[in-house]
Nanobody
Framework: QVQLVESGGGLVQPGGSLRLSCAVS????????MAWFRQAPGKEREFVGA????????YYGESVKGRFTVSRDNGKNTVYLQMNRLKPEDTAVYYC????????????????????WGQGTQVTVSS
């Protein structure tokens, strides 16, 4: 079974940067569509960004487009989320997710597409 472990969260000031990592074991990330979601207290889980399995194209939620970047290192079997120009509204628990098959961009934005999830890592943006 695929296991996902996120790391890199923490407290950062507005305008700062963080890089989250998602280390994957029990499967090869090149065989999965990979995504990041986040959930703030009292809110629904929100799509942040994703990378498709086959073509490696990336997609982003509107609220993070231009500030966040999803990437993957197949050699390390790890997916990253680089977050720049962070805002207080980015505060949330960030989750890494993996979907088998080759979901297209239309499906990568939905949490229900993903059958494998990490435990989450807290990101707090505050001065």
């Amino acid at each position: 079974q695929v296991q996902l472990v996120e790391s890199g969260g923490g407290l950062v000031q507005p305008g700062g940067s963080l890089r989250l990592s998602c280390a994957v074991s029990g499967g090869t990330i090149s065989n999965y569509g990979m995504a990041w979601f986040r959930q703030a207290p009292g809110k629904e889980r929100e799509f942040v960004g994703a990378v498709r399995r086959s073509v490696g194209m990336t997609y982003y939620g509107e609220s993070v487009k231009g500030r966040f970047t999803v990437s993957r290192d197949n050699g390390k079997n790890t997916v990253y989320l680089q977050m720049n120009r962070l805002k207080p509204e980015d505060t949330a628990v960030y989750y890494c997710a993996a979907a088998s098959g080759s979901p297209t961009s239309s499906y990568l934005r939905y949490a229900s597409t993903f059958e494998n999830w990490g435990q989450g890592t807290q990101v707090t943006v505050s001065s």
